[in-house]
């Protein structure tokens, strides 16, 4: 059960611009919720909110505060959850290293990240700073699985007022690149096991056995994987594809996500990272192990760590004259794709790249052609045949396409997103194995030094509730339903053989199609290029990839998704998109106080917060606010007070402005309760009539840098100061 004081919705506490927004617009939230005796709580899930959590010992009492998200992770089990949860920072090191030094600076005692601890004290350290970082944040709160989709009103407007496309042509050399040999889906192994069991996961080599990892507990039912990617077969690729980058004439890119595949993809990075710069490791690779460089940290902290050595400067600079241009980050910064891990996350580079018509970024600040190089090949086909597909047909059309909704199988921490704690450099040539509680060899792999090993598993109850949940969709909308599933992929076959006799069973077996990720997204393509709409029953990460491309096509972004996930115990979480492009809205906030995040995934997560609330509580006044958020949701939409990119035009404030008006003019307006339309038909009347007042205060802080007295760990005083400053509006609302 529910804290006897736990409020009725929770709102996430995050980073960057999703929580400057919340600055303005939870004040609004609260007051009007508290008229239909609502209350709005919050719990603090940021990145510099973990690290204080995490090191209270290093802390005064003042400063120190409790572990919001474990709480939180105990509260999504219970019936009475309601979490509104905004997008947060899944670190990557480098992330987390600048976090740190801004608290630092504010003066909280934290012990440095270790880098490369050498001491019992440092590698303790170290553990409690790696389970901060990428997604630790949503593996703990996702216990139910996921539905994401457009919103009518969304969809609708965004067919109204088609965004700007790129054009494709037939002859464009933009490609993707994966391994077809010795990557992590050639190499993969699954099981379905019968019974409850434990295993742990050893290293035999020439010099007897290392444990890796034990005690993994499994209850019966769990489909678990094991799979590694050779490093010899990726330096092989990744310096194959350089050449032939370098002879097509198109762009190099690197595309993959070392904030969610915390472990993993850091690694990948660097080794692409040590291949770009292949000569140089090979001449001073022993000078920059002694300067500190780790590739997986990328290029930019390399940069500031030779920056004392001419030489090694130099080199660096013949080396980037012999490779192919790069994909930029920032062309005006010189920022390319391997400056920062974190910088290129798949899920939003790709979609960006495929609807600006396959072009990139390059150092010359023009776009260009680019070969996309995504070494797993267990998803790039999905990027790789929608390129084939805009190629052959054009760039989709907004206005008549279809929509594509996802349901995805992501609760209890299921998949590849959940593999962390059991993945693993290998340190020395031998023999992974998982070992059950009975001396059964689950899986084995032969792997040399320097591989990337990880196991990843998905329990039967979220997959059954997956299967449940697609079930009662499709007859709900009787879309087009197809699991992405690929029979000669072994984890996809174990699902196959769970998901065929519940469909069976149930008599819509003739309802759903199963198809290979490849297939499935040109049959995706072809429905809602002719209008109509499908369902697309995915994995984890298709799930996270999927609600970015299509969104990212269909309605230019996918900040604006409906996310709903059914917690399995029968309370809600609400999600509110993605926040990939959050820290170039915070720069621009800085530099010229203009905030251009579009609060819109938040007023949609809170209409359905509210309709549920009504539901589970039997609370109608919160029914008659949640009809009402609808209502002003429309209005935004409607009349177009979304926020503009550029400075000195209405901004993520303005937008707040008008969605509380036209909040209270729908609460004033109707009629299914009296005393809520008294109690807002004064407000909606003042924030009419203060129009000129309000929009002249908001537009008039703008154009001059803005200070929060932090990025990271923002001064509360500030943020509010800057986010809240129109004194009419704050005196209407409270």
Known sequence: MAEPNTPDIVYTKVDEAPELASASLLPIIRTFAAAAGVSVGTKDIS??????????????????????????????????????????????VPQLVAAVKELQAQGYALPDYPESPSTDEEKAIRARYDGIKGSAVNPVLREGNSDRRAAVAVKNYAMANPHRMGEWTSDSKTRVASMSKGDFFSNEVSATLDGAAKAKIVLE?????????????????TVVDATFMSARALDAFLADEIEKTKAEGTLFSLHMKATMMKVSDPIIFGHAVKEWLKPVFEQYGDKLKELGVNPASGMGDLLERVKGEPEIVKAIEACRDQRPPMYMVNSDKGITNLHVPSDVIIDASMPALIRDGGKGWGPDNKQHDTNCVIPDSSYAPVYDEAIAFFKANGKLNPATAGTVQNLGLMAQKAEEYGSHPTTFEIPADGTVK?????????????????????????????????????????????????????????????????????????????????????????????????????????GNVLRDYLTDLFPILELATSAKMLSIVKLMNGGGLFETGAGGSAPKHVQQLMEENHLRWDSLGEFCALGESLQFLADARNNEKARVLGKAVDAATQGILDHDRSPSRKVGEPDNRDSHYWFARYWAQALADQSDDADLAAHFAPIARALAESEAAITGELAAVQGRPADLGGYYHTDADKTAAVMRPSETLNAIIG
């Open 205 to 221: 080599t020439a010099d007897g056995e290392t444990v890796l990892k034990e005690g993994v507990s499994y209850p019966a039912g």
């Open 434 to 538: 998982m070992v059950l509680d009975d001396g059964t060899v689950l899986h084995e792999h032969k792997v040399e030094k320097g591989d990337i090993w990880r196991s990843a598993s998905a329990r039967k109850a979220p997959i059954e509730d997956w299967v449940n949940l697609a079930i009662e969709r499709q007859k709900a909308t009787g879309f087009r339903s197809i699991f992405w599933l690929d029979e000669t992929r072994a984890h996809d076959a174990e699902l196959i053989k769970m998901v065929k006799p519940i469909l069976e069973a149930k008599g819509v077996a003739d309802k759903f199609e199963i198809m290979a990720p490849r297939e499935a997204t040109r049959a995706s393509l072809e429905t809602i290029t002719k209008g109509e709409n499908t369902i697309a029953i995915t």
């Open 47 to 92: 990145l510099a909110g973990r690290i204080i959590a995490t090191f209270p010992e290093h802390l005064t009492e003042a400063q120190r505060q409790p572990d919001d998200l474990a709480e939180l992770g105990e509260l999504v089990k219970t019936p009475e959850a309601n979490v509104i949860k905004l997008p947060n920072i899944s670190a990557s």
